[in-house]
C-alpha cells in the first residue's frame, strides 16, 4: 500500500501556470506504479487528465489538457508533477494523483487506480 500527498493546488488567474505535485510517504517507492492525475470539479464525476507509467516512458493527456499540461515524475524522489499552463476557469476541481500497480500502461479509468491521495483545490478565476 502507498499513501499519497497532493501539493501545489491554489486560485490563479486565466491564463496563468500551476505546478501540482504528488508525492508518496516516506519511505514508500512509487516506481512500481503507473501514476495519474485526475480532477473532480462540484457536481461532476472524477475525470482523467494524464498518466505516466513506470519509468516515465509514456504518457497519455485527456482532450482538454493536450497541449496545456505536461506530467513528470522524478523516481529517485518518489515525485510525480502535473505542470498547468494556460489555465481556464473550467480548470478548477479538487485535483487528485492516483497509482496503478499496471505500471507499463497509462491507464484512463478511474478504476483502474488502487491508491489515490487527498487532493489539492485548484481555482481559475476568469
Known amino acids: 500500500q502507498v499513501q499519497l500527498a497532493e501539493s501545489g493546488g491554489g486560485m490563479v488567474q486565466a491564463g496563468g501556470s500551476l505546478r501540482l505535485s504528488c508525492a508518496a510517504s516516506?519511505?514508500?517507492?512509487?516506481?512500481?506504479?503507473?501514476m495519474g492525475w485526475f480532477r473532480q470539479a462540484i457536481g461532476k464525476e472524477r475525470e482523467f487528465v494524464a498518466s505516466?507509467?513506470?519509468?516515465?516512458?509514456?504518457?497519455a493527456f485527456a482532450d482538454s489538457a493536450k497541449g496545456r499540461f505536461t506530467i513528470s515524475r522524478d523516481n529517485t524522489k518518489n515525485t510525480v508533477d502535473l505542470q498547468m499552463t494556460s489555465l481556464k476557469p473550467e480548470d478548477t476541481a479538487v485535483y487528485y494523483c492516483?497509482?496503478?500497480?499496471?505500471?507499463?500502461?497509462?491507464?484512463?479509468?478511474?478504476?483502474?487506480?488502487?491508491?489515490w491521495g487527498q487532493g489539492t483545490q485548484v481555482t481559475v478565476s476568469a
Open positions: 492516483g497509482a496503478s500497480i499496471r505500471k507499463y500502461y497509462t491507464a484512463r479509468p478511474t478504476t483502474e487506480y488502487d491508491y
Open positions: 516516506s519511505g514508500q517507492n512509487l516506481n512500481t506504479y503507473a
Open positions: 505516466i507509467t513506470w519509468n516515465g516512458g509514456r504518457t
